[in-house]
């Protein structure tokens, strides 16, 4: 019912900076939670950052401090601004969506970080 797309992804050097973003397919007015996970290989998938649709945050304590999330309600999107990237972050990160009763994920956009 909802897809989601991601973009930005890409290879960058440690220090470096990268925005990455997630458009859903069509507006959203009911509460909804929209944020980034992340998976590196071997690993599970674990949260990075969440905003909810009143603007409520919540960060991973990986990544405090050197991220930042935030949304466009008209667009129904959400961007998260990754700085000071450490070779650790290097994950395939994905977008996710969580309405009333359903859940949504994006297709995953990879993030290497050299070191």
């Known amino acids: 019912q909802v897809q989601l797309v991601e973009s930005g992804g890409g290879l960058v050097q440690a220090g470096g900076s990268l925005r990455l973003s997630c458009a859903a397919s069509r507006r959203i007015f009911s509460f909804n939670v929209m944020g980034w996970y992340r998976q590196a290989p071997g690993n599970e998938r674990e949260l990075v950052a969440t905003?909810?649709?009143?603007?409520?945050?919540n960060y991973a304590d990986s990544v405090k401090g050197r991220f930042t999330i935030s949304r466009d309600n008209a667009k129904n999107t959400v961007y998260l601004q990754m700085s000071s990237l450490e070779a650790e972050d290097t994950a395939v990160y994905y977008c996710?969506?969580?309405?009333?009763?359903?859940?949504?994920w994006g297709q995953g956009t990879q993030v290497t970080v050299s070191s």
């Open positions: 905003m909810d649709s009143s603007g409520s945050t």
């Open positions: 996710n969506l969580r309405l009333l009763t359903s859940i949504y």
